[in-house]
């Protein structure tokens, strides 16, 4: 009886936790896309709409017994992209100033 019990158990768990894995990628490819099309001006707001998210998915999303560390997780590493997106793009930024600046440096050597 008890071997049947861990085994409905440990089913029931593996379910579950593939149940919140496919509703988290499902809801956030809204916030993907808006990432991917830089409509997000600051990490910030990233942040503050993934945490609308995570508690978008505690409301709504399926429960179960790992349910809120898995989107805990989820959201984590979401937030660490979305990081690694907006240093990549300030990196670009940056070497983009610097490209300028030497151009115009050695313009201004030519005219000197």
Known sequence: MQQKFDLY???NEKTSDQECQNFLQ???NTIAQKL??????SLE???FEILGFLNYFIEEGPKGPN???IAQQFCYDRLADGANFF???????LMLQTQLAEQAQVK????L
């Open 108 to 111: 201004l050597k030519a005219d």
């Open 67 to 69: 349910a809120q560390s």
């Open 45 to 47: 707001s990233l942040n």
């Open 9 to 11: 158990f440990l089913e």
């Open 26 to 28: 499902r809801n956030y």
């Open 87 to 93: 240093n990549e793009a300030t990196k670009r930024g």
């Open 36 to 41: 991917n099309n830089d409509e997000y001006d």
